[in-house]
């Protein structure tokens, strides 16, 4: 009896072992397959030039006076994230709202979508929709389209304050910086490690896309700030005269990397390196004369402006010292 049972038994470890062996190496395989395929760049570049000229359908009236103007980079059915913004850190005060100015760029979305964005904007006042759609622009063509909406509308505004949904800002010490700043320059976290990523992964870029081993210094996190009222004027051209116009393996590098760095480096403008705008969502403070100030955060998965705001504001403008 024991015998039959231990002769059954064996066959069946190796039957299972062999199983788990093969099963592994074919989802390895097929990971690798997977990855390979979705790559975003191709050995086939569209080289064809790219048409950047895009109808807007929706933005608001020129406010006269803007030092800072603050575009976010949103999507149109982040209605409540919109929403928190307006609630928390672009709440601004009477003063400050006669400089500094937040509106939001994104494309047309769904049709479904339409009618409340109008709603919305009746309401706020606050939209830039371009027509494109939303869901297949890349977001280098979305910063591109800000730079352009920048130069075209406040041409004269000597800050571009660039954003994503998902980041939490102090505007007034973004306003301080600003008139503090000889232009041309572009302020933000300009410390990143700037070695290409070239291994397997999907956004591994390839040596065809950028041959270099090291970017040229630019700045993460999603916000940066553009020093220089013709400065974004300067990116649009830089960017219309570079493969950006005529590579679209180039359009889909980082934001960051193609408008701060690359960019950048091309028509001579230095990225000085701020403290205080971070990453992760732990605020980071720079001592200014005695006193604590931040700039920005970056939330990871609890996206609550509201909270992370209220958090930014209890230790600014606090004395720096022991603790
Ligand atoms: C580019 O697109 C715009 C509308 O988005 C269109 O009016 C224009 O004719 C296009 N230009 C070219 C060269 O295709
Ligand atoms: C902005 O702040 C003021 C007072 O600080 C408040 O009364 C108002 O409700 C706030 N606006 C929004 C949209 O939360
Ligand atoms: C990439 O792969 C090389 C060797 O293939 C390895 O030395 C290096 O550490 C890897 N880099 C990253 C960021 O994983």
Redesign the pocket.
């Known amino acids: 009896m024991q015998r039959t049972h231990r002769t059954r038994l064996v066959p069946l470890h190796v039957y299972v072992f062999l199983t788990l062996v093969i099963l592994s190496l074919v989802a390895k395989h097929a990971i690798l397959l997977r990855l390979t395929s979705f790559a975003v760049f191709n050995e086939m570049d569209d080289t064809s030039p790219f048409n950047f000229s895009v109808g807007v359908r929706l933005e608001p009236k020129k406010q006269r006076g803007v030092e800072v103007l603050v575009l976010v980079s949103s999507m149109p059915q982040e209605h409540r994230l919109r929403q928190q913004i307006r609630s928390s850190w672009a709440n601004l005060s009477k003063e400050l709202s006669q400089t500094v100015r937040v509106e939001f760029v994104m494309g047309r979305g769904k049709t479904k979508e339409t009618q409340r964005l109008h709603e919305e904007h009746r309401r706020h006042n606050d939209l830039v929709v371009l027509d494109f759609d939303d869901a297949y622009y890349e977001l280098p063509l979305k910063t591109f389209a800000m730079l352009n909406y920048k130069a075209k509308k406040y041409l004269e505004s000597k800050c571009l304050v660039k954003a994503d949904i998902d980041n939490v800002l102090l505007l007034h010490n973004y306003q301080r910086l600003c008139e503090e700043t000889v232009a041309p320059a572009i302020l933000g976290k300009c410390d990143v490690p700037r070695?290409v990523?070239?291994?397997?992964s999907k956004w591994a870029v390839p040596q065809y896309v950028y041959p270099f081993s090291l970017y040229p210094p630019y700045c993460s996190t999603g916000t940066y700030l553009l020093v220089g009222a013709k400065l974004p004027k300067r990116l649009v051209e830089s960017a219309l005269s570079s493969q950006f116009s005529t590579s679209k393996n180039f359009r889909m590098l980082p934001e960051d990397v193609i408008f701060t760095g690359i960019l950048s480096e091309r028509i001579g403008v230095r990225r000085r390196h701020v403290g205080a705008m971070t990453f992760s969502e732990v605020p980071e403070f720079v001592c200014r004369n005695g006193f604590r100030h931040a700039y920005s955060i970056h939330m990871s998965r609890d996206k609550n402006h509201v909270k992370h705001h209220r958090k930014l504001l209890k230790v600014e403008g606090t004395p720096c010292g022991f603790f």
């Open positions: 070695g990523f070239r291994n397997q």
